[in-house]
């Protein structure tokens, strides 16, 4: 186990383009539920499901609600020391820059610069009719949309909803010259992001809780917490060099 770290810690000195793909499962430790591990726990119902384009159009209330509780967690939410690690990472010039499915904005609060918000950001609000923005006091108030009365919304990337083309072509360039891509805290289920790691050319590690299904696509496979390699990895890279 040991050994697979050193490695990373080597691999990471190495790269000069290094890209770190994210997921839930970077934040579970900062107390925000993944959906994987979560489902049931919200009114039995599978967040997969109301995060959707479809409760939006068809269950308002749900949606909302649904999006007012996950808000409402976030307050009391702070970056952990894996967060922190990877700003200071691309401070020091070890990684070139974040792609994240995370809508939490923990890695902007570590002080990480370089982020692509591939399925948005969940703290900035927008009308779903006439795309004016709005404020997130109106959306939590449950107030019709101020410019058009209509829905208001965060703005997040919803399961059938397409991605942001600048930030996933970004995304897409940085990866495909990367010469290490470090994946972690994703169940890699959700497309198009899924595909991401593949576009890498080079070293591909994935770091996660259950790494039983896509252990075949990587060059090294981490099984653990997201804080826990992260800081491990980091002390070992102070003694690397
Ligand atoms: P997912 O829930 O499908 O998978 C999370 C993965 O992380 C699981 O495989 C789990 O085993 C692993 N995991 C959980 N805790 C971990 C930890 N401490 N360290 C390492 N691994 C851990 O999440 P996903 O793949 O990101 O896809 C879910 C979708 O839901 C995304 O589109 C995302 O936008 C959205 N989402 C975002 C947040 C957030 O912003 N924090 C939270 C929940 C869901
Ligand atoms: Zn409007």
Redesign the pocket.
Known sequence: DEKKLTLLASWIKESRHTVVL????????SG???????KGLWRNID??TV?SKDALDNNYELFRDFYTMRIENLRDCKPHEGHKILADWERRGFISCIAT????G?HHMAGSEKIYEL?GN?RTIRCEDCDAPAEMTEFLERKPCPNCGGKLRPN??LFGESLPYTELYNATQEISKAELVIV???????YP?SQLPDLCKGKKVY????VDIHSHQFDLVIK??????LTRTNTLLQEVG
Do not use: W
């Open positions: 994210t997921g839930a499962g970077m934040s579970t430790e925000i539920p993944d959906f994987r591990s979560s967040p997969r995060a499915q995370n809508v939490d923990l399925h969940i997040v990337v972690i805290g994703t169940s890699l289920q959700v992001v770091i996660n809780l259950d653990g917490s997201a804080r826990d390699v």
